[in-house]
């Protein structure tokens, strides 16, 4: 049972303007989000995270949306850059419990931004 | 700083021979993960440690793969015998404890043949 879910496995965008990124979760539980970025070859890097006391956090040209009642979250991107060109991974845990520090992926959107 | 150091970053394998990885975490760092990646999926865990005691292997498949974290530090993670189901990329990650951000290694891809 997929607990974390990015239905979409690509999103093509121009650059300088928005990327969406968007990822629905059905554990309730779950109270902090995060996001990752992962190059070919790397591993993933942290980008942001939000905890679920919270339905906004933004840091730069990245915005992370919390909707607790549709159980959902979403990365922007403003403006879109070509080095921006990546997957992108959702995670979330639940911090207020023993599972502390287990993070449950999504299957990773992969961003394209074109010059 | 130095990150999350893994290695090897690639190995091949036949089936039922072992294979061990190895990771050393970022100083000061309490907690490590191994998480596993299949093609097209997000990572999965498999074992995370605080300090040198493993706090949650529920995902780890006992029968053939097995980890330490001796002194707290460095980790290993062995699979013995492996399968060609074992085929994927095999991550590391640590943090200063378990309510921060984890930072990953650069992985280790598997592929047993």
């Known amino acids: 049972d997929q607990q974390v879910k990015q239905n979409s496995p690509s999103l093509s965008v121009q650059e300088g303007r928005i990327s969406i990124l968007n990822c629905d979760y059905t554990n309730s539980m779950f109270d902090y989000f995060l996001w990752y970025k992962k190059y070919p070859a790397e591993g993933p890097t942290f980008l942001i995270s939000i905890s679920s006391i919270k339905d906004k956090n933004e840091d730069g040209r990245f915005t992370v949306f919390l909707n607790k009642s549709a159980k959902h979250l979403s990365l922007h991107i403003v403006p879109s850059q070509p080095g921006d060109s990546a997957v992108y991974f959702c995670?979330?845990?639940?911090?207020?419990?023993?599972?502390?520090?287990?993070?449950?992926f999504g299957q990773g959107t992969t961003l394209q931004v074109k010059p | 700083e130095a990150g999350v150091v893994q290695s090897p970053r690639y190995k091949i394998i036949e089936k039922k021979q072992p294979v061990a990885f190895w990771c050393n975490p970022i100083s000061g760092h309490n907690t490590l993960y191994w998480y596993r990646q299949n093609l097209g999926q997000g990572p999965e865990l498999l074992i995370r440690?605080?300090?040198?005691?493993?706090?949650?292997d529920s995902q780890l498949p006992k029968d053939r793969f097995s980890a330490e974290r001796l002194k707290g530090v460095d980790s290993t993670l062995k699979i013995q015998p492996a399968e060609l189901g074992d085929s994927a990329v095999y991550l590391c990650a640590s943090s200063f404890d378990r309510f921060t951000e984890a930072f990953f290694g650069q992985g280790t891809r598997l592929t047993v043949v």
């Open positions: 440690y605080e300090n040198e005691e493993a706090v949650d």
């Open positions: 995670a979330a845990s639940e911090r207020g419990s023993g599972n502390t520090g287990k993070l449950i």
